[in-house]
């Protein structure tokens, strides 16, 4: 998590975008050979799991270096009665730079707020009053909304089915990778398509 | 007048090349892709240590591959329609626990996303009863010859 973290600040200048992907979830350079991007829901056991421990890693050997650029996807289950809150107040965030924060406290805390419903006051903890008003402005913003949304039907067309699942793109081909993954074989798969 | 038997021997085959080509499709479902998804595929399901996903991941489509064009063509009929049976019986028992104990895994059958679902355990329940059909055939024919 500490390295996950570094490794975010270390990013922030590099933050940039394709030609969809919002420049507040999206880590690393846009020209690396790998795009992933990882749908996910805050509220999903295993997305916790990959973002606490396989992203740190894919940060680590791959974004950093600059061989993969990394997006992040909403992709929340109609099962899980919080996660499209989450899933708004992330994206809310990102529109401030504050996407990997929030994204952290929301997996971090998740049991505790996936069973009381206290969303927000979970994304507060790591927000300024003044970002907090901003974000639980933005949060009800049509463009928020309708960006989570678009998420969600982007993972849709890609016959995504659970979560979390990551996109591999590299060139023309596209490598749907669902469910916990082994970070071994990933960097298997990684180091393969970059061969 | 066709006999009983003709039309018979006419379904065997027809079923024969139907289930070898599933097998084919299988493994071109996994040929065609990183041998590390399929792999990934495999250690979802938590039965498997890390060297031996590697092993089955690498191997298990060019087998799927081999049986099935042995199917289709008809070649060595009771060992291949009995190794089909049993893998079919591996991959059924296997996908069974998974969906009892809970598990939202992609059962791995025809390449990705294809999640383990009651309709998946029925397509391959229905496609083990076709290849167990298909041993009997085999072996039963050579009893007959014998």
Known sequence: ?195 | MVSLSRVFRALVLALRVALGAVFVYAAWTKLRQPWQLFAMSIDAYKVLPYWAVLAVARTLPWAELAIGLLLMAGRWLRITSTAASLLMMLFLALMTKAYADGMHIDCGCFGLGDPISARTLARDGSLLAGYLFLTWTSLSGRRKAA
Not at chain 1, 19 to 41: C, R
Not at chain 1, 154 to 161: E, F, P
Not at chain 1, 179 to 188: E, F, H, K
């Open chain 1, 1 to 195: 998590m500490k390295l996950f973290a570094l490794a975010l600040t270390v990013l922030l200048p590099c933050l940039a975008a394709s030609s969809d992907a919002d420049p507040g979830k999206a880590l690393g350079s846009p020209s690396a050979p790998i795009q992933i991007e990882v749908f996910s829901d805050f509220e999903c056991p295993a997305c916790k799991g990959l973002h606490e421990q396989i992203l740190p890693l894919v940060m680590r050997d791959y974004v950093i270096p600059g061989k993969v650029f990394l997006v992040s996807r909403e992709f929340p289950l109609q099962m899980h009665p919080y996660s499209r809150e989450a899933a708004c107040y992330a994206t809310a965030a990102a529109r401030l730079g504050k996407y990997p924060q929030v994204a952290d406290t929301l997996f971090l805390n998740q049991v505790a707020w996936g069973a009381n419903g206290k969303v927000w006051d979970t994304v507060a903890k790591v927000l300024t009053p003044a970002e907090a008003s901003k974000v639980q402005l933005l949060a009800k913003d049509p463009a928020v909304l309708s960006e989570v949304q678009r998420d969600v039907d982007a993972g849709k067309a890609a016959a995504i089915n659970q979560t979390p699942t990551m996109i591999v793109t590299h060139g023309a081909s596209r490598f749907p990778v669902a469910g916990a993954v082994n970070y071994n074989l990933l960097r298997s798969l990684l180091d393969g398509l970059l061969k």
